[in-house]
Structures are given as structure tokens and as C-alpha cells.
């Protein structure tokens, strides 16, 4: 029985893996599957002619935007085993041999996973892997009954379409609202607005004449009847000056004039905070929480704890 890595000549036996598999976690489209091995560190486990276990770690092409002290970051995409094959014995040896080919060189790295099945949080434990957060989920039904006066649009900002030259911006904003483990890079940035309705919060400060980008918000449509509110920041600043509540009133009346059925959102458990400003607005916590794991790699000995972890 071996571990070796996959490469793109693998990939009907990954596959076919995929389909077969007794555990499986996919943060991918099948049709993905080719960029996604090309782009990641892949590993396979092969037995004479099975391949029975498959792990996929994708790093990030670190953000100009993110804290230079933070760990670069990496995601975890994927695992499949097949049955007989028990996660508590093979996911380690997947998980090692995709951790050793990690490029440290340039610092520690910092391996995210939003975690699902209690099979997967268990592995992931047992391989190192620690509970840095949990998202909880919100939603708002027929917000075309909920519009009143807590949903009225006036506000301290004045809110305008976003365009692409807002976006290096509203990616230093978004550094600056959100920790490293949740923050939107340039990259992320341009793939929400190419995806969205994206709407920034303008404000003038002091004696300056020009408005400067204040808080923004995006909204995806996930079907004819669900919107999702993807993205709500606010400079850490003016966070209690309105601009938030403002920028989510803009979402629900227009989900209300477009006639969706309801807005779904999601957000980290311990921001008390947004969670207020959600539940304010009548939107109500629904589902179970999702749990986020992390594991740091390549941290100096003589270094503290990083930033993100």
C-alpha cells in the first residue's frame, strides 16, 4: 500500500474513487476536478491497482491585502476513501504526505477546513487540526412582508453601485474588518463582484471633499427565490455609526422588490455583534452551525503563535 501524489494522468481513477467512495468531501465541482489537481497539492493511496483514498490541499497565492504577519493560507478541498478503508487510520497518512510538500519557505501557512460530517471533524482532529471558529446561518423569509421602517434606506452614508475600479479598496477595507482567516483578497474581491450585486457605503469625513469607501455589501442570487447576502463590511472605525444596518436595509428592499422568497447569510459565531444586527432585522438562525479547523505548519520554534490561528 503506497501514498504518492496525483498528478492529471490519474484522473479517471480519481473518478471513479469519487463516485465509489464510502467517505466523502468535496469542495469542488466534479468538472473542477482537473484544475483543482493541477492547482493543488494532490495525494493519492494506491493498493496493487485500487486507489482507495484521495486528499487535496490548495494554497492560496498569498493577498497583498492580507496582514503581514499572518500566515499564507491554504484550503482543504477534498477527501474520498473507500470503504474499508477507515478515516481513522488513513486520513493521517494522506493529510502528512500532502502537508510535507507544502512550501514553508516563505513562512508559516495556515490549513483551513470547513469542516461537515462528524467522520471528517473527527479525522481532522486526529490529524492535528484544531476548532478555530463555527459559521452560523441566518435567514429572513419573504422579506417583501418585512419591509417597514427598521428596513428604511436613509442613513449616514450615501450608497452607490460598486465598480471594478472600487475593488483594490474594498479589498484594504475588507482587510481591515474582517481577521485573516475570513478576509477577501483582490482575487476574492473581483470573482464576488463579477458574481453580485455589489453596493459600497460613500461617506465625506472631516473637512475632506471627497467621499471615501466606507462599508460595503454583496448579494448573490442563488436561485429565482433566494438571495444571498454573501458579503457585509463595515470600517472597524464606524461600525456603530449605522452603516451596517444600512447597507443590509438596501439588500431587503431590494430582495422585497425582486420578489425573493427569502435571504439567507451566514456569519462566524463569536461576532456577537453582526449576529445583533441580523437578528434586529428579523432574520432568524436556522440549521446547524458549520465548524472551521485550522492547522499551522512551518512555524519557527523561537516564533509565538501567528496571527490567524
Known sequence: MSVVLATKADLNDLRRLH???????????????????????????????????????????????????????????ALSLLSGYAPSDNVGPLLESAVSRLDVSGG?????????????????????????????FYELSRPHRQVNQRFAR????????ADSNDLDSLAVLDAAAF?????????????????????????????????????????????????????????PDLQRAGIGRQLLADVVTYAASERYERIILNTQADNERSQRLYRSAGFRPVGRSLPVLTRLIGERPDEGPSQGS
Open 154 to 161: 436613509a442613513g449616514p452614508a450615501v450608497l452607490r453601485p
Open 19 to 77: 463516485q465509489k467512495a464510502r467517505y466523502r468531501f468535496a469542495d469542488f465541482g466534479e468538472e473542477d476536478l482537473p484544475s483543482l489537481v493541477d492547482a493543488s497539492v494532490s495525494i493519492m493511496g494506491r493498493d496493487d491497482d485500487i486507489v482507495w483514498g484521495f486528499v487535496s490541499l490548495q494554497p492560496e497565492q498569498r493577498p497583498a491585502t492580507l496582514a503581514e504577519n499572518a500566515p499564507s493560507r491554504c484550503y482543504f478541498r
Open 179 to 235: 481577521p485573516p482567516l475570513w478576509h477577501f483578497g483582490q482575487k476574492d474581491m473581483f470573482e464576488l463582484f463579477l458574481r453580485s450585486r455589489m453596493t459600497i457605503a460613500m461617506q465625506g469625513e472631516g473637512d475632506k471633499e471627497v467621499a471615501e469607501i466606507v462599508g460595503y455589501a454583496a448579494a448573490i442570487a442563488n436561485s429565482d427565490e433566494e438571495l444571498q447576502l454573501a458579503r457585509l463590511a463595515v470600517r
Open 108 to 136: 508559516p501557512i495556515l490549513i483551513i477546513a470547513y469542516g461537515g460530517d462528524s467522520w471528517i471533524i473527527d479525522a481532522l482532529r486526529g490529524a492535528g487540526f484544531e476548532l478555530a471558529n463555527q459559521v452560523q
